[in-house]
């Protein structure tokens, strides 16, 4: 069964950046969607970035708050996943995941831990 494992949250200034990655284990990631997702305390989790798989031509989706600030991006040689964050604000603050998006509401792999990225002067 697929793990993954995010990483490389923290606490930065507003403004700052981090780079989160997500580690995917089994051989199979390459074949799937993957995006991020965030939850800030009291709020449902959202999306925030996904990245199709290169048979789907690797077309790229951002949620309107992340535009221009996020990038997603995927080796799939490593099974990993990226998000490199820019110009990070308060309302940034959130546990980071990743997953596979499914159909329906629906994911294609247990949730990791996540990883806390603050922003916060």
């Known amino acids: 069964q697929v793990q993954l494992v995010e990483s490389g949250g923290g606490l930065v200034q507003p403004g700052g950046s981090l780079r989160l990655s997500c580690a995917a284990s089994g051989s199979i990631f390459s074949r799937y969607t993957m995006g991020w997702y965030r939850q800030a305390p009291g709020k449902q989790r959202e999306l925030v970035a996904t990245k199709t ?16 600030r996020f990038t997603i991006s995927r080796d799939n040689a490593k099974n990993t996943v990226y998000l490199p964050m820019n110009s990070l604000k308060p309302e ?28 916060s002067s």
Do not use: E
Not at 105 to 118: A, E, K, S
């Open 92 to 119: 940034d603050t959130a546990v980071y995941y990743c997953n596979g998006p499914g159909s329906s509401g629906t994911y294609y792999f247990p949730w990791g831990q996540g990883t806390q990225v603050t922003v």
């Open 53 to 68: 798989n290169i048979a789907s031509g690797g077309r790229t989706n951002y949620a309107d708050s992340v535009k221009g």
